[in-house]
Nanobody
Framework: QVQLVESGGGLVQAGGSLRLSCAAS????????IGWFRRPPGKEREFVGI????????RNADSVKGRFTISRDNAKNTVYLQMNSLKPEDTATYYC?????????????????WGQGTQVTVSA
């Protein structure tokens, strides 16, 4: 069992930055791939990015490429989502999710554990 807790959300003006954290507990953290997802108001949950377990390689959705960066600190059991140049359309509840080993695709159903989410609101 892995427990995930997101933090760092808030209200920010367009063009601003936020850093979200995803703190994990319960199991050895390094083998887990961690994905970030978001649910905009009235929409489905969508993939934001992923970071691999051991080598730290990342991949982001096209909508956030060049603006969002994912990193991890396995010693702290924490993954970060640095969000720069935020836009109003980035407004959403952001979730981190964990999968032991590489997920087979970007769908939420491919992940085993989820945090409770943190709200990010970007004002125009």
């Amino acid at each position: 069992q892995v427990q995930l807790v997101e933090s760092g959300g808030g209200l920010v003006q367009a063009g601003g930055s936020l850093r979200l954290s995803c703190a994990a507990s319960g199991r050895t953290f390094s083998p887990y791939f961690i994905g970030w997802f978001r649910r905009p108001p009235g929409k489905e949950r969508e993939f934001v990015g992923i970071i691999s377990g051991r080598d730290g390689s990342t991949r982001n959705a096209d909508s956030v490429k060049g603006r969002f960066t994912i990193s991890r600190d396995n010693a702290k059991n924490t993954v970060y989502l640095q969000m720069n140049s935020l836009k109003p359309e980035d407004t959403a509840t952001y979730y981190c999710a964990a999968k032991y080993g590489r997920p087979d695709g970007d769908r939420p159903a491919n992940y085993d554990y989820w945090g409770q989410g943190t709200q990010v609101t970007v004002s125009a």
